[in-house]
């Protein structure tokens, strides 16, 4: 398609039962640490876990999305068998992290015993896992993160806003300096090939001069004007 296949390095669950009568900023703690990170990330829920499998170390969707770690916000409740599936997606190799608390109850208005223990057996389980890390905060977190899995971006320099796109063969990144003044960037891209520079005003394309290849990661270094 003309907007591409989004490329995300991390599926960040995202718990469509939960509500929180607090008002929630509109780039959550977590989320911008991700992408502060390098990390593009899609939300995933329950449904699609359920329908999805581990291949060589990956989160794979029943529509075909690849993703190299899974990240599960600070949770209360959880369904008892996508409990289950995390304690499979680990044996499989996939990196989970829990942010913060684990779950330790069902999710539903009926607390019964026998899901309770369900539950409480998978988390037991995934603590013994060499693929789980279990963090105390947010920071934590991305630190294990960055031990655990590639980001989309290794950036070098402060952290810009960016999306990562596949549109046919190109990895396209698009990335955006939203401040009043020219950024400086030195980052790492994987990608193959000879990296280009597209200005989205002008359509032009030009060649990226400085740059440095290191096996299938590119480090340029740009000087971007302000939005």
């Not at 655990?148 to 070098?156: G, I, R, Y």
Request: aromatic content about 8%; proline content about 5%.
């Amino acid at each position: 398609s003309q907007t591409g296949t989004n490329v995300a390095a991390v599926a960040l669950y995202h718990d469509d039962l939960t509500r929180s009568v607090e008002v929630q900023p509109l780039t959550p703690k977590l989320n911008q640490a991700l992408m502060d990170a390098g990390y593009n990330y899609d939300h995933i829920n329950a449904d699609s876990l359920l329908g999805s499998t581990v291949r060589d170390r990956a989160l794979v969707t029943a529509g075909g999305a690849r993703y190299r770690a899974l990240v599960i916000p600070s949770l209360d409740t959880i369904d008892a068998k996508l409990a289950e599936k995390f304690v499979s997606f680990a044996g499989g190799g996939l990196p989970i992290l829990f942010a913060s608390r684990v779950p330790l109850h069902p999710e539903g208005l009926l607390d019964d015993d026998r899901n309770t223990q369900h539950v409480q057996a998978s988390m037991r389980s995934l603590r013994d896992l060499h693929t789980v890390y279990v963090c105390v905060d947010v920071i934590d977190a991305v630190t294990k993160l960055t031990k655990a899995a590639n980001p989309n971006v290794k950036f070098h320099t402060k952290a810009l806003p960016f999306i990562q796109k596949r549109i046919g063969r190109l990895n396209a990144f698009f990335v955006s300096n939203a401040s009043d003044a020219a950024q400086h960037l030195n980052a790492e891209f994987e990608a193959e090939g000879a990296p280009e520079l597209w200005d989205p005003w002008t359509g032009q394309v030009g060649s990226i001069t400085t740059r440095r290849r290191m096996g299938n990661w590119a480090e340029v270094t740009l000087a971007l004007q302000p939005f």
